[in-house]
């Protein structure tokens, strides 16, 4: 079993910026790819960000240069930096770990960011 503790959302400001944190109860980073996912109200939960065991980064096209997803493995922690907010990226956030069909997936919480002035 591995739980998922997200941490750092918030409401800002438009333009603002926000870090969102995700902590796994155990290291799974060399099996589970990692990834931040949102959901707004009346909408379906779309892909943020990923990493792959290996390192390799994926953006979903709204928030390519804007967001960056990092990964601390000492810390069993990945983050995504959000930049330049916008009020369409008010969602609540949520951490996955991604089994790859080899492994369960799980899910953190979700943490509510709102981007209002």
């Known amino acids: 079993q591995v739980q998922l503790v997200e941490s750092g959302g918030g409401l800002v400001q438009p333009g603002g910026s926000l870090r969102l944190s995700c902590t796994a109860s155990?290291?799974?980073?060399?099996?589970?790819?990692m990834g931040w996912y949102r959901q707004a109200p009346g909408s379906q939960r779309e892909l943020v960000a990923s990493?792959?065991?290996?390192?390799?980064?994926n953006y979903g096209d709204s928030v390519k240069g804007r967001f960056t997803l990092s990964r601390d493995n000492a810390k069993n922690t990945v983050y995504l930096q959000m930049n330049s907010l916008k009020p369409e990226d008010t969602a609540v956030y949520y951490c996955k770990a991604d089994g790859q069909k080899v492994a369960p997936d799980y899910w953190g919480q979700g943490t509510q960011v709102t981007v209002s002035s």
């Open positions: 155990r290291s799974i980073f060399s099996i589970w790819a």
């Open positions: 990493i792959t065991p290996e390192g390799r980064l």
